[in-house]
DNA sequence: ACACGCGGGACCCCCCGTTGGT
DNA sequence: ACCAACGGGGGGTCCCGCGTGT
């Protein structure tokens, strides 16, 4: 039924590169719609009219809201996967690879839309428990590994691996659900990324800091 | 409004005390619903439901969604006041006043579904942006100060104090998206406490925590 | 069970006697309520808070809202007939009769708020039909016997009684749902009263005007 | 928006045909609806039933229910233009246009079921003050130029000319809010016309009617 | 007994996610 | 790929009765 000719191959393969890179639109509208306004406020007419279309010609790439949402869901899982093997190379220290990770992670919040419409979604849909709790799970167990990893190695405080997973977890999910404009944001494009630094630092530190004064920028503006 | 004699009082003080108590399982189950959906997906269906009442009679008592969600909002203002005034005793050491705020903070939103409503609400709300920002930047200020306070006294690192406190508050917003049934929840009800304070241990460590072990329940088991 | 003692019957005179003051003034607030938003739209609520009472003693003195408006208009039935009687007086001609009713109707229609909420009600209420039917027929035959007696009294013309008669109806009906502001309102206070002399001129009119120039105000102020 | 071929053109077409069409048929129902039962009284659920179309359905074409009245009253400026235009020849009398504008103005009432209601939500409808003030004002203004040239060119009664033009409105306001079976109906079709035509013989009359005897129908059928 | 106010049920407008005909 | 249509609530609010004190 795919293939019956040389001539319909190629047309299909044609449409189908079309159809893909509609898709592809598709999803990039869904998730700064989602991301922006989470699951239950997000419509589809937002969607469809961020990149000229009608809600019905949605209905040709997923068959439901549910199911867009889901297809965010299931690529973050690519992404974190990748983000996690990127980092995690042969010979690395745990302590290095836990902050390319998390920093890698901070900083795909901060440029892939993406990425932040499926965390924003991991706690919003109500329909994607299932879906999102394996995700979650799995992103949260290879963080507390990680963590086990690094103090195994020495260099990060004895704290419980699992919770300090959770508690990253929690702040991506506080950061993506802040009311807008809030937080420090004072630098022109620099939002989240200084928070993230802060937490990490303050989570593997293990000397005294000093007897420094206290003053801003110490830590977000060496 | 309308009290003009004794007898009348007593009347109307009886009225109100009936409609007062009313009011007050009205604002609790919109608290319970709100927490748990967010704003957009919670229903008047549903809060009228749970203490037995019709939409129609809720309309008795605030006009709208909108209005319930802001009495929630204005009385965590409150809250939040007397908190800070609990713990912020003349002569207490500003780090014993920030971890009493914080952890008291914690307890409350473990404890009180109002205290959760409201932060949830914080962020959820499209129509409540300005009401909320004003008690979202009073309490960032206050957590701001504290952390300044506590790093002049000596003991707490020199980290951005609105840094702090926007990781403070990002993590409280974290809390109430946590997808239900996430976390490290594995103890009867203590949710989300030992996350608190794991993250106020390492933001105020200024010491090694020695050359322990790494082990689960280090820090929310001593 | 009416008069039981002295005293009762005192007592009972005086709360009555405050039970009809108090029902003439719902039926005034009403009334006006009724002739400025119609029916439909009028609601219990503004009635009562222009009187500074609640909902639920309106109820004490009329079962329903139909009741209300139909008590409006059993009243204006009754203004109807001492209208009539009153210019009616034996010996009077025809012509001057039926001036004095349709002015006389129309001064009631400028001064009296019941007046006109009657007869705004009459053509807007859904569930008053059959009530409204009787008064508005009893009003359109008298005025289309005074019609018919004019004419035989001579000095009016030879139009159909009846449909005199509906027009003038017609006239009273449209002057009520006018739009606020419309027509030719100029004079401080002078509103409508023109309008129903011009009308009764031109029907009662049978000479030639002469050869007057057409200016304004030539009728409505001569 | 989107013609791009000829095919894709002769789509478009047939589709806005279709979807012209069942505008108009939504429009009628909204008419009978508005005209019976007013503008607060209608509901959009029997507009919907009256076509066989669902709530949800009107929403493609029309975004509210005041939206409809508003297209109503719009489509009844051009019918009143081109009423005018229709009678107002040049090198016809003033008199005789002045009658052709009124009587076709009467007959568009009787069988133009969306005049009615356009006529009707004039006075009813408390969102559009502001668009019908204009189209009313308009009106008004040419029934009051049309009399005034009549007056000119004599044969006129010299009544106030922005007067006769606020009788006429007002007559059309009481034809359309005469509660239902009231007037002088007894013939099978001919409902309110001999009405018309006994004001506007009355209202243009300048000789004496002779001394014929009064008797029904004596205008209306001559 | 009378008046008051809280509560109830119904309904309306709006609008969203979803499905066939073209 | 589009348009038109559907059906289901969501929020809002109105009119009305039952229990409550005087």
Redesign the pocket.
């Given at each position: 039924m795919q293939v019956l000719s040389a001539e319909d191959g190629g047309r299909d393969m044609a449409k189908q590169e079309?159809?893909l890179r509609?898709r592809e639109r598709v999803l990039t509208a869904a998730a700064e719609v989602f991301a922006a306004q989470g699951y239950s406020r997000?419509?589809?007419?937002a969607v469809a009219d961020r990149i000229?279309?009608?809600?019905?010609?949605l209905?040709?790439?997923f068959?439901?809201?549910?199911s867009l949402a889901g297809a965010l869901i299931d690529e973050s899982r690519g992404v974190w996967t990748s983000l996690r093997t990127e980092h995690d190379t042969p010979g690395a220290d745990a302590g290095g690879v836990l902050e390319g990770v998390v920093m890698g992670f901070a900083d795909r919040l901060r440029t892939d839309v993406r990425m932040r419409a499926s965390v924003r979604l991991a706690s919003d849909c109500p329909v994607l428990a299932r879906a999102v709790a394996d995700v979650l799970q799995e992103v949260e167990d290879s963080l507390a590994k990680l963590v086990r990893r690094a103090q195994h190695e020495g260099g990060f405080p004895p704290y419980s691996p699992r919770l300090v997973a959770c508690l990253l977890m929690t702040v991506a999910y506080g950061l993506l659900h802040s009311p807008a404009g809030a937080g420090p944001v004072e630098d022109e494009e620099q939002e989240e990324e200084p928070l993230w630094r802060l937490l990490f630092t303050a989570l593997s530190r293990s000397e005294p800091p000093g007897s420094a004064q206290a003053d801003d920028r110490s830590v977000s503006a060496p």
């Amino acid at each position: 039924m795919q293939v019956l000719s040389a001539e319909d191959g190629g047309r299909d393969m044609a449409k189908q590169e079309r159809a893909l890179r509609t898709r592809e639109r598709v999803l990039t509208a869904a998730a700064e719609v989602f991301a922006a306004q989470g699951y239950s406020r997000a419509t589809l007419s937002a969607v469809a009219d961020r990149i000229g279309m009608t809600k019905g010609a949605l209905y040709g790439h997923f068959p439901s809201k549910k199911s867009l949402a889901g297809a965010l869901i299931d690529e973050s899982r690519g992404v974190w996967t990748s983000l996690r093997t990127e980092h995690d190379t042969p010979g690395a220290d745990a302590g290095g690879v836990l902050e390319g990770v998390v920093m890698g992670f901070a900083d795909r919040l901060r440029t892939d839309v993406r990425m932040r419409a499926s965390v924003r979604l991991a706690s919003d849909c109500p329909v994607l428990a299932r879906a999102v709790a394996d995700v979650l799970q799995e992103v949260e167990d290879s963080l507390a590994k990680l963590v086990r990893r690094a103090q195994h190695e020495g260099g990060f405080p004895p704290y419980s691996p699992r919770l300090v997973a959770c508690l990253l977890m929690t702040v991506a999910y506080g950061l993506l659900h802040s009311p807008a404009g809030a937080g420090p944001v004072e630098d022109e494009e620099q939002e989240e990324e200084p928070l993230w630094r802060l937490l990490f630092t303050a989570l593997s530190r293990s000397e005294p800091p000093g007897s420094a004064q206290a003053d801003d920028r110490s830590v977000s503006a060496p």
